[in-house]
């Protein structure tokens, strides 16, 4: 026979089609979201791992102060490991500004990826990063300078090398804007001569390592024999990157990775609240229809018969929603989310790849988190006799009295007081669900303001206008010039990784930065430093050699605000005997203005403004839109969950909104009641969820954080909290206005139904 009460599923859903139809989009919308982006994350991380083949990949470089002979290649190759230069020559451009990294076009390691276009094939062709020609509006044929040479861009490409554009293996972020790769012909390479030319070479070995371990484990034995050699051939290292901690190579694989783990348990936290919400909506409608369901369970309807019956509506929405959702995953938002990865990376092709494994995390989960909650809920409600159903007694536990409030309490205050500790589990889920909307509407507004910040004082806290390193101590007539030493070290791998830090020796009485140290072994760190690593004045810090096992150790006498890199400041006297230099060795000069003395080729680098912001400005172009969307994001969760409690608060106390309205109550005495007793939780919840969100989300940002090298600090603008305060309350608004219109609908014969 068939179940009649499937006769009622029409009906349910015709009287609450609003709601279901809010929570069904919203449903569609967060799976959609995360099944495109599963579906376009798999596939080209799928297309990242098989680039390591594919385009022979290098397993890590090394640079040398001086091109290598014959005989020092020879003596770092064995027969599990190749060598092959990959030189590069990096110089300024004309038509946008930017500093461009050229390589001859490789053959044997490290293989480009032809987007569009040709591979260059005379001296006046280049062919460069495809994302970096996005980035400034390139398109082949278009005409590039680079230093003193003018090309024809003949095509884009993906360097397998450089899927992310970092510069630097101490960059914090990489950069597409001031930053990009090209190739050009053996013959055109060589004609660009020595000026700016890195002698850079990179290995391989014959059978790839199993795994990140096996690599550094091979990596540091390299590494031993490359510093061994390099003394004995008088050839300094200068860089050393194995492929495991070249962030250019594994950034966008761990990127990509990471946020399908993070989308993943965003949908999940979502359908929680939603699941939640379901259940408090379903707990009322068994209230309201107790009498029934008693009567049901006398007849001989079975619990589980009733629970099937009430869980039936939250799973189809879902199911709906997860359909839809995974219809628009796979089309529209699939190259939504691909065209977001390629405005990031510079990655090779990729072919779309059907992924199951979205399916079973944007729809069958989804529907078991749903299942479980809501299965918990009723089976607790349903557990109660028949006769306690048919007397709508539904108290699982002996019904307590109400407790006294004081009779000095005006008596509209106490009836909102009433309500509110009415639906305590109600305004218990509003909270939650605010605070879930409130962290994420914090991220959606935070990110801009913080990089502005991390901009300002950065560009008011520089060291000097014009920084030059040098190959060699060069001398210069510019008036303002001011002789320091440089060199890098690394932290200690401990909790966090390790990672550069730069040592500078200042120059006595310096005029760029000012540093009063105690004695030979003091040093100033930088404020980035102090505050990644928690170090405090007088504490003593441990630094190891870049390429060496040798350390060394500093006390801590003041914190310089330097906020762009980990750096430690001190006397280039000290810095010389620390380092057995010479005791006038200088490396480089800080000046107040450009320094035109100094050939080229005795130049290493020059630090700009745009080297130091490069963080700030790429986040920015990486994140925007993404920004916006966690934005828009968390003012519809917020206004769905607030909307549906609610909602569902009014509809639970219709009987005594109807008697109110029969005892002579306006509408705007009732709205007083109901309304401002929602309003005044709704309130109080912005209120005390914003700062506890700023918490969590200063936790995580940090704790995010330093697994990168370098330091960004957290920073929420005052502004902020008053922006999401509005934002919260405007939406309130609304909702409260839409409130207002159903106690205007209850009827005043609602009064006379159920009466006990």
């Known amino acids: 026979m068939k179940n009649p009460l499937v006769k009622r599923f029409p009906r349910e859903m015709k009287s609450e089609f609003g709601k279901y139809l809010i929570i069904f989009l919203f449903?569609?919308?967060?799976?959609?979201?995360?099944?495109?982006?599963?579906?376009?994350?798999?596939?080209?991380?799928?297309?990242?791992?098989?680039?390591?083949?594919?385009?022979?990949?290098?397993?890590?470089?090394?640079?040398?102060?001086?091109?290598?002979?014959?005989?020092?290649?020879?003596?770092?190759?064995?027969d599990s490991l190749n060598i092959c230069e990959n030189f590069y020559i990096e110089r300024s451009t004309k038509e946008v500004d930017s500093i461009l990294r050229v390589f001859q076009k490789r053959d044997k390691i490290n293989l480009e990826c032809l987007m569009e276009g040709k591979f260059p094939v005379s001296e006046n062709e280049i062919a460069i990063d495809r994302m970096y020609a996005d980035n400034h509006k390139l398109s082949v044929g278009d005409t590039l300078t680079f230093g003193n040479n003018k090309f024809t861009i003949s095509g884009l490409v993906a360097l397998s090398d450089y899927s992310a554009l970092f510069s630097s293996p101490a960059d914090m972020m990489f950069d597409a804007v001031k930053f990009g790769v090209a190739v050009v012909t053996e013959d055109c390479f060589d004609s660009l001569g020595e000026s700016g030319l890195h002698y850079s070479y990179s290995w391989k070995y014959n059978k790839r390592p199993k795994d990140d371990t096996e690599a550094k484990e091979l990596s540091e034995d390299f590494l031993e024999t490359l510093y061994e050699q390099s003394a004995l051939h008088g050839n300094a290292v200068t860089e050393y990157i194995p492929e495991y901690a070249n962030r250019a190579i594994i950034f966008t694989g761990d990127d990509i990775k990471g946020d399908s783990i993070f989308i993943k348990i965003f949908l999940y936290i979502v359908v929680v609240i939603i699941a939640f919400v379901f259940a408090i909506t379903t707990g009322n409608t068994i209230a309201k229809e107790s009498t029934v369901i008693g009567t049901l369970r006398a007849t001989g309807y079975t619990k589980g018969e009733l629970i099937c019956h009430y869980m039936t509506m939250p799973v189809l929405v879902t199911l709906a929603g997860a359909i839809v959702g995974n219809i628009l995953g796979y089309t529209a938002l699939k190259d939504f989310a691909a065209s977001a990865y390629y405005g990031s990376y510079s990655l090779p092709t990729y072919v779309t790849l059907w992924n199951p494994g979205a399916f079973v995390n944007t729809t069958v989960i989804p529907l078991l988190i749903m299942l479980a909650i809501n299965f918990i809920m009723l089976y607790g409600k349903l557990s109660l006799p028949p006769l306690k159903f048919i007397r709508r007694d539904l108290s699982l536990r002996k019904r307590k009295k109400a407790f006294k409030l004081n009779t000095k309490i005006g008596m509209m205050k106490r009836f909102r007081l009433r309500v509110i500790f009415q639906n305590l589990p109600n305004y218990a889920t509003i909270f939650v669900g605010i605070f879930f909307a409130n962290a994420i509407l914090l991220f959606g507004l935070l990110l801009t303001p913080m990089l502005d910040k991390y901009q300002e004082n950065i560009t008011t806290n520089l060291l000097a206008d014009h920084q030059y390193?040098?190959?060699?101590?060069?001398?210069?007539?510019?008036?303002?010039?001011?002789?320091?030493?440089?060199?890098?070290?690394k932290t200690i791998e401990g909790k966090l990784e390790s990672e550069e830090v730069t040592i500078y020796g200042i120059s006595d009485n310096s005029q760029y930065i000012k540093i009063d140290l105690k004695n030979k072994n003091s040093v100033y760190i930088s404020n980035a430093y102090a505050e990644k690593y928690d170090i405090k004045i007088g504490d003593k810090i441990t630094l190891q050699e870049q390429f060496g096992t040798k350390r060394y150790s500093f006390i801590v006498d003041g914190i310089y605000n330097y906020p762009a890199a980990l750096s430690v400041f001190m006397n280039r006297e000290s810095f010389n005997h620390i380092f057995d230099n010479d005791i006038n060795y200088f490396?480089?000069?800080?000046?107040?203005?450009?320094?035109?003395d100094i050939d080229d080729m005795y130049i290493v680098t020059e630090i700009t403004v745009d080297d130091l912001t490069k963080t700030s400005r790429q986040l920015k172009l990486s994140m925007g839109s993404m920004m916006r969307i966690f934005l828009v994001f968390g003012i519809v969760m917020f206004m769905l969950i607030v909307y549906l409690l609610s909602k569902l608060i009014i509809e639970k106390n219709t009987q005594s909104i109807s008697m109110i309205k029969i005892l002579g109550y306006r509408n705007s005495e009732i709205n007083r009641i109901y309304i401002m007793a929602t309003s005044i939780v709704v309130v109080l919840s912005i209120l005390l969820t914003?700062?506890?969100?700023?918490?969590?989300?200063?936790?995580?940002?940090?704790?995010?954080?330093?697994?990168?090298?370098?330091?960004?600090?957290?920073?929420?603008?005052?502004?902020?909290?008053?922006?999401?305060?509005?934002?919260?309350?405007?939406?309130?608004a609304v909702i409260a206005f839409f409130q207002t219109r159903e106690i205007k609908n209850v009827p005043l014969a609602d009064a006379l139904k159920n009466m006990e």
């Open 690 to 732: 914003i700062p506890i969100a700023n918490i969590a989300m200063k936790q995580a940002f940090e704790y995010y954080l330093k697994s990168y090298p370098g330091w960004l600090p957290y920073y929420a603008a005052p502004s902020l909290f008053a922006k999401m305060a509005i934002l919260g309350i405007i939406s309130y």
């Open 27 to 78: 449903i569609a919308g967060t799976i959609s979201i995360t099944s495109g982006w599963n579906v376009a994350g798999n596939s080209m991380s799928t297309a990242y791992d098989e680039s390591f083949e594919k385009y022979s990949i290098e397993d890590g470089n090394f640079e040398l102060y001086a091109e290598a002979d014959s005989d020092f290649i020879s003596d770092l190759e064995t």
């Open 587 to 596: 490396s480089g000069y800080f000046s107040k203005k450009e320094i035109t």
């Open 469 to 489: 390193m040098l190959k060699a101590p060069v001398k210069t007539m510019a008036e303002d010039a001011e002789k320091y030493a440089v060199s890098s070290l």
